[in-house]
């Protein structure tokens, strides 16, 4: 699997929009960018993927570099509830192949 | 609808015990996982079954851990003999059977195994 760089920790405030970088310098064609965020003492949970376009869904946004070797999750109102580890996952979409490699995240901070 | 469940939440055990870490996955999931994270690393990979059948094992560290997922339903994780090196976070996630096409995984709140 294809690896993904992620800064170690982001700290943003309340009510305003984080972007979470993510480089994926040896993506391939068939790679799908994944996003998933593990609140404190909880599974991870899906978040967003993409493949090229830019996507949004009612929890972020997903901007993809027009080259695809890097990508930005947007939150556009941080909450609290917010605070996670946020995990950029490249899945090659192979039948039967649907582990996900999970590397260290960014641990987001929001501050009141 | 329910979600994944694990259970048990919490285990203690001494090494050299067993331990047996069940997961029920989302009713109508064919996949369904394991994944752990143990202290200070990331959380790895396991295994994966479809329905009953073991798809990839890849992850599974030694022969002292055994998964069953008898009539594709639910799924136990066995460690026997456990080692200290084991402690640390179980997850199961479970997801729909989509051939060709992404397929969310939802996790479970993990079971924290602590081997003394």
Known sequence: ?112 | EAGVTQFPSHSVIEKGQTVTLRCDPISGHDNLYWYRRVMGKEIKFLLHFVKESKQDESGMPNNRFLAERTGGTYSTLKVQPAELEDSGVYFCASSHLLAGAYNEQFFGPGTRLTVL
């Open chain 1, 1 to 112: 699997d294809a690896k993904t760089t992620q800064p170690n920790s982001m700290e943003s405030n309340e009510e305003e929009p984080v972007h979470l970088p993510c480089n994926h310098s040896t993506i391939s064609g068939t790679d799908y960018i994944h996003w998933y965020r593990q609140l404190p003492s909880q599974g991870p949970e899906y978040v967003i993927h993409g493949l090229t376009s830019n996507v949004n869904n009612r929890m972020a946004s997903l901007a993809i570099a027009e080259d695809r070797k890097s990508s930005t999750l947007i939150l556009h109102r941080a909450t609290l509830r917010d605070a996670a580890v946020y995990y950029c996952i490249l899945r090659r979409l192979i039948q039967g192949a649907q582990k996900l490699v999970f590397g260290q995240g960014t641990r987001l901070t929001i501050n009141p």
